[in-house]
């Protein structure tokens, strides 16, 4: 991702409640969520799942950061064809 693009997510992020509910309100669990150190500096990581068996992650120096890269890393929805 880009740093415009990087920014531009940011922005559109909601602080994070209202991501967590978006993607909870499209099926994804939050199956993992871990503040941690990696040299000294603090970091967030967030695990989503489906029932589907499909997941995505976001990984950053703040919740916003991580919550934007799992965003951006969401598939698109395929619709069923008949």
Same mark, same amino acid.
């Given at each position: 991702?880009?740093?415009?693009?990087?920014?531009?997510?940011?922005?559109?992020?909601?602080?994070?409640?209202?991501?967590?509910?978006?993607?909870?309100?499209?099926?994804?669990?939050?199956?993992?969520?871990?503040?941690?150190?990696?040299? @000294?500096? $603090?970091?967030?990581?967030? =695990?989503?799942?489906?029932?589907?068996? %499909?997941?995505?992650?976001? *990984? @950053?120096? $703040?919740?916003?950061?991580? =919550?934007?890269?799992?965003?951006?890393? %969401?598939?698109?929805?395929? *619709?069923?064809?008949?």
């Amino acid at each position: 991702m880009t740093e415009a693009g990087r920014q531009a997510s940011l922005k559109e992020i909601r602080w994070p409640w209202d991501t967590i509910q978006s993607l909870r309100n499209d099926g994804w669990m939050v199956a993992v969520h871990n503040d941690y150190r990696l040299n @000294g500096k $603090t970091m967030t990581f967030w =695990l989503f799942t489906r029932a589907d068996g %499909r997941w995505i992650k976001g *990984e @950053g120096e $703040t919740d916003a950061e991580a =919550l934007a890269q799992a965003l951006a890393n %969401r598939p698109a929805e395929v *619709e069923p064809t008949s």
